[in-house]
């Protein structure tokens, strides 16, 4: 179970990047050209939200059974030293989830703000820091922390 739940995962982060990207370019685009708030931009801010809660939930999952993690806790301070354990064991979950709730308090923020400008700008400034902050912490294939291929496969 463990390696499906990771290759779900794995690409489930391409539908967050995806999302996250085009709520952003929505929110840039309706911020610069001032036009209104429509319901499919809420729309795709509730479904951004709601697909990197799904991520976040699948992520704490597999945090309770990654081998990276059961090592990282039975020595801590050991695993200081050995950067993958240390990435798995709390870089990636200390990121993600921080994201996350930047993410969710931005979405939360933009759906009660009074006017379309505000909503546009609000979604746009919360999406930009969650967005940075899931771009550095996602095990990259090029990431000197710890490496791990663009699509994983059965």
């Known amino acids: 179970m463990y390696s499906e739940l990771l290759i779900f995962h794995s690409l489930t982060r391409w539908l967050v990047l995806f999302l996250m990207g085009y709520a952003i370019f929505r929110a840039w ?8 708030f429509t319901k499919s931009d809420n729309s795709i801010r509730h479904w951004t939200a709601t697909v990197a809660h799904i991520q976040l939930v ?25 950067l993958p354990l240390f990435f798995y064991g709390a870089f990636h979950l200390f990121l993600m989830t921080s994201a996350i709730v930047i993410l969710t308090i931005g979405s939360a923020l933009a759906k009660r703000q009074s006017s379309d ?24 294939p090029f990431s000197p922390l710890s490496s791990r291929p663009y699509f994983r496969t059965f």
């Open 29 to 36: 685009t309706g911020h610069f050209q001032t036009r209104p």
């Open 58 to 82: 699948l992520g704490i999952i597999l945090y309770t059974q990654s081998p990276f993690v059961k090592a990282f806790w039975s020595s801590p301070g050991s695993a200081l030293k050995n």
């Open 117 to 140: 400008p505000k909503k546009f700008k609000t979604m746009l400034i919360w999406f930009l820091i969650s967005f940075a902050i899931i771009l550095v912490a996602i095990p990259w």
